[in-house]
């Protein structure tokens, strides 16, 4: 091999190391998302922050979604489910830190920590499933109706009543 090509491929493989990142070479910044509800077989939409709707469907499904939100941004997206025209769940989802950024200490170095895997989103990742619970909306407390006798009240109670 002749000494230009030994420098070629040094040049070659430093480059690489170089411009590489661990959780970029590893994983992707996307990733299919199971959208499930309980119970199944409800409507659903992925909402972005911008409130701009991405996804809609009948779970369960899987939808692809994006963990980039922007430089060292984790993307954030809000789960409606409904039944009819009404929702009656909602569940936040923020992409979490991906382990394989932490790579990027032995391989990629400060061009995949700080460049390379916050510019694509792969330092971010987002969950493999997601399940909302119809009825677990914010701020809805849930209603119950209970009948008595008047005769299982006790007396603070019996005095509280209202005559109708």
């Known amino acids: 091999m002749s000494s230009f090509s030994k420098i070629l491929v040094a040049s ?14 590893v994983s992707r910044a996307s990733r299919d998302v199971s959208i499930q509800s309980n119970p199944s077989g409800l409507a659903f939409s992925v909402v972005s922050v911008d409130g701009e709707p991405l996804y809609s469907g009948t ?27 009404k929702v009656v769940g909602s569940h936040q989802v923020t992409a979490g830190i991906n382990g394989w950024y932490f790579g990027n200490i032995l391989i990629g170095g400060l061009v995949g920590m700080l460049i390379v895997d916050p510019l694509t989103g792969a330092m971010y990742r987002m969950p493999a499933s997601i399940t909302v619970d119809a009825n677990a909306i914010a701020g809805d407390a849930p209603r119950s109706l209970t009948l008595a006798s008047i005769d299982t009240l006790t007396p603070e109670q019996r005095a509280s009543l209202v005559r109708l």
């Open 59 to 85: 779970t369960p499904q899987t939808v692809n979604l994006s963990a980039r939100g922007g430089y060292f941004k984790p993307a954030k997206y809000t789960v409606l489910v409904k039944r009819g025209n």
């Open 12 to 25: 070659a493989v430093t480059g690489a190391l170089l411009l590489s990142s661990c959780a970029s070479i």
